[in-house]
């Protein structure tokens, strides 16, 4: 499996939660959702990639890449709410699944 330059090693399933970002956390807290939210774009990448691989519907690989695409969207934008900027690499991945799926 090709990893990332801006991705981490698999370290367990993020769940689903959304993390809050609120402005009273603090930068330890900041930082374990940033990773938490990370882990669950590398998952939801694995989840794709499995996808692929077993040859699935394509339902279910439509299925995986709108996931994908959510725990993209939830890292951009912990991200930029940290003040970070989001990698160009996460940035190109978000347009080309967007345009996928026809969401500007």
Not at 18 to 22: E, F, I, L, P, R
Not at 57 to 62: F, G, I
Not at 84 to 95: G, K, N
């Given at each position: 499996?090709?990893?990332?330059?801006?991705?981490?090693?698999?370290?367990?399933?993020f769940?689903?939660r959304?993390?809050?970002?609120?402005d009273?956390?603090?930068?330890?807290?900041?930082?374990?959702?940033?990773?938490?939210?990370?882990?669950?774009?590398?998952?939801?990448?694995?989840?794709?990639?499995?996808?692929?691989?077993?040859?699935t519907?394509?339902?279910?690989?439509?299925a995986?890449?709108?996931?994908?695409?959510?725990?993209?969207?939830?890292?951009?934008?912990?991200?930029?709410?940290?003040g970070?900027?989001?990698?160009?690499?996460?940035?190109?991945?978000?347009?080309t699944?967007?345009?996928?799926?026809?969401?500007?």
């Open positions: 499996m090709r990893r990332r330059a801006w991705g981490c090693r698999r370290s367990g399933r769940g689903g959304v993390a809050s970002s609120g009273d956390a603090g930068p330890r807290s900041r930082v374990r959702m940033l990773l938490a939210l990370r882990t669950g774009v590398e998952d939801a990448r694995i989840d794709v990639g499995v996808a692929r691989r077993v040859g519907s394509a339902r279910d690989l439509r995986a890449q709108r996931g994908l695409l959510a725990a993209l969207e939830r890292y951009a934008t912990a991200l930029t709410a940290a970070l900027a989001a990698p160009h690499e996460l940035r190109s991945e978000l347009a699944l967007r345009s996928v799926f026809g969401e500007p």
